[in-house]
């Protein structure tokens, strides 16, 4: 078989690991061309909600599709988005009452920075500064690498990045970096403070605590700064209520959404908006429209899929089953916790994550992590670590049986690929 030209994300071609080719896949498991069996672990990159070709989902797409495929959405609009806007106005926070499409979660953010910029510009403020996170991870376009944390992902491309205002990560006493906020707020320069409310993905699967995300709201909004809530993977369930902002009781003055709002089958985003953020892009002068867009804004389809997808959030029990898969995860969190080579076992609702202990070689690079990544796959079970932390956050439908070979194959790549 000759080599295939597809370049993947994320993916160290010179290793030369096995590439698996996924044939169909229904539930939490694939199934591969060499007839393997494969539990998703990671929801195919925490998309995933209610499993794969959810029969709702996929009746949706494919009546969608006898019906119009594409459409320019600048000035033209279709039922499936004006449906689908109208339902998430409906469904999430009071407030947010503006749907701007986009096409992923790094759209999303692109998105979410540039309406806050102009927000400022057109009403005549001097306020350019972006806030974030420490360790966060927002996305891979030039915007959302500027707002992520600096190192390995975008070491590279540093000349095309914009400079932020970096908020240390609240650890075990959040005080510093809620000092840290209040001051750089002050300044009176910030346009707009972004974060992954409770859970930080790529920078480690990091977590804290409600009334810290609380505080920061509190403080961005004494001082007028925009407060940005990337829920792209946060969203949808994935911190045990359909918006982790919910748990602090927080309305962002801007919300993004992707992954999860196909329930994971086709790639859509929205960036919802508060009306003072709208109005300052309402006007007669068309200098001062929103300048964004891309071909694909609002597919028709892939919204059809995400109209089906709030259909099932509302008529199914999906919360019940989120808190039946976090007291099931959460079990198999507290047996690996007592394992000596195993710290700072942390959960937040469907996602659970520790790190091995390796020394100090320890962060995204480390050498475990392919080596585990491997002892994974050939278990059959999809997780990819990220360095030497390892996690999951399955499909909110996997079954016991998958959960407990889930739990089975981690202690056992913790035997095989950590420290003795």
Known sequence: MTRSPVWHPFHQHGLEEDIPLV????GAVLHTADGRRV???????????????????????????????????????????????????????????????????STAVEVALKMALGYWHNRGEARHRI???????????????????????????????????????????????????????AAGDVAAFIVEPLLLGAGGMLTYPPRVLAEMRAICAWHGVLFIADEVMTG????????????????????????????????????????????????????????????????????????????????EPVLERVAVLSDTLGAVLAKLARRP?????????????FDVAVGDDAGYL???GPQMRSHFFAHDVLIRPLGNTVYTMPPYCISQADTDRVAEVMASAIESCGTR
């Open 39 to 105: 539990i998703d672990a990671i929801s195919s990159w925490w998309v995933t909600t209610h499993g794969h070709n959810h029969p709702a989902i996929m009746a949706a797409v494919r009546e969608q599709t006898e019906k119009l495929d594409q459409l320019i959405f600048a000035g033209w609009t279709h039922e499936p988005a004006e449906t689908l806007a109208r339902a998430l106005v409906e469904i999430m926070p009071d407030g947010l009452d503006h749907v701007f499409y986009s096409d992923s979660g």
């Open 341 to 353: 080579d195993v710290t700072n076992p942390r959960q937040c609702g469907t996602m659970i994550a």
């Open 131 to 185: 806030l974030v996170l420490e360790h966060s991870y927002h996305g891979d376009t030039i915007g959302a690498m500027s707002v992520g944390a600096r190192g390995v992902f975008n070491r590279p491309y540093a000349p095309l990045l914009f400079d932020v205002g970096t908020v240390p990560f609240p650890a075990a006493d959040p005080q510093p970096s809620l000092d840290a906020l209040e001051a750089a707020c």
């Open 236 to 315: 949808w369930g994935r911190t045990g209520t359909l918006l982790a902002c919910e748990q602090a009781g927080v309305t962002p003055d801007i919300l993004c959404l992707a992954k999860g709002l196909t329930g994971g089958s086709m790639p859509l985003a929205v960036t919802m908006a508060t009306a003072p953020i709208f109005e300052a892009h309402y006007s007669t002068d068309r200098s001062k429209l929103f300048f964004h867009s891309s071909s694909f804004t609002a597919n028709p389809i892939a919204c059809a899929a995400a109209v089906a997808n709030v259909r099932i959030w509302q008529e």
């Open 366 to 368: 480390a050498e475990i």
């Open 23 to 26: 044939t169909h896949a229904e």
